[in-house]
């Protein structure tokens, strides 16, 4: 089980999630399920309005995962995978810090999740 935090301007408060390891659950699923409004236009990784940033919280245990190539590609074309983090998670599969919430799944690690409220916007 794992604890996602969700934060952002537009909420009266953070909202904290329960969500279950193995699911297999996009990180938009997560946050629309429990009310939270993420922008979102296409929902399938190609329009980066559904942009947010991951703070991982369980200290160096963080999970390896491969970013999607439309994910590795909108990243990219809105300067957001600097080539410090592209390298990393090329050669490691480590995340990066900002990601899209239609493409991250959830897995079993306590994360931070800010978001604007605006499309594209983390």
């Known amino acids: ?3 996602v935090y969700f934060s952002s301007p537009t909420m009266t408060k953070n909202k904290k999630v329960e969500a279950v390891a193995g699911k297999r659950t996009a990180l938009l699923g997560l946050a629309e399920e429990n009310g939270i409004k993420i922008p979102c236009e296409c929902r399938d990784g190609e329009c980066g309005s559904c942009l947010v940033k991951v703070t991982h919280l369980d200290g160096d245990r963080i999970k390896g995962v491969m970013l999607t190539d439309k994910e590795r590609s909108v990243l990219k074309s809105i300067g957001k995978l600097p080539a410090k983090e592209a390298e990393r998670a090329d050669l490691q599969d480590l995340p990066p810090t900002h ?24």
């Open 1 to 3: 089980m794992a604890i």
């Open 99 to 122: 990601r899209l919430a239609c493409q991250m799944i959830v897995t079993d690690e306590d994360l931070l999740v800010e978001f604007t409220g605006e499309p594209g916007g983390a």
